[in-house]
């Protein structure tokens, strides 16, 4: 990511987040809501699994993977709160240290993912 990006969004433990939080860091990002009955669940088990697979500090001595860092962005920020990223993070065992489920106003969401992350197609949940 650019330099000159930035953003700030909260996460779900109600902590304001900004790129440079990430500085020097690998990124693995994708984009979901929480009240999607289909592909969101698998999409964030399949998350889940990779970044075990990363972070797997189950090994002999602490062998996590400081360098790379997970964003799950919601795109339903109007009823993704952040008591709803808790519960869904809570529900998938997603570690706050290192995988961030993101939400804040849409029009910023949705601008950082088309001109920033350069999301050509037009999003067609919008």
């Known amino acids: 990511m650019a330099s000159t990006c930035r953003f700030l969004f909260t996460n779900q433990e109600g902590k ?9 860091k690998i990124i693995i990002a994708d984009f979901f809501f929480t009240h999607c009955p289909t592909i969101c669940p698998t999409l964030t088990a399949n998350m889940k699994r ?9 090994r002999v ?6 360098q790379i860092h997970f964003l799950s ?10 008591e709803r990223l808790k519960y869904w993070a809570d529900r998938f065992q ?8 993101l939400t804040g106003e849409k029009k910023e969401i949705y601008d950082y993912i088309i001109n920033e992350l350069k999301v050509l197609q ?3 949940w919008e």
């Open 50 to 58: 990779l970044a075990e697979s990363i972070h797997n500090g189950q």
């Open 94 to 101: 997603v570690d706050p240290e290192q995988w961030w489920l």
């Open 73 to 82: 962005f919601s795109i339903d920020p109007e009823r993704d709160s952040v």
């Open 16 to 24: 304001k987040i900004s790129l440079d939080s990430l500085k020097g």
């Open 61 to 66: 001595g602490d062998q996590t993977n400081k």
């Open 122 to 124: 037009k999003m067609v």
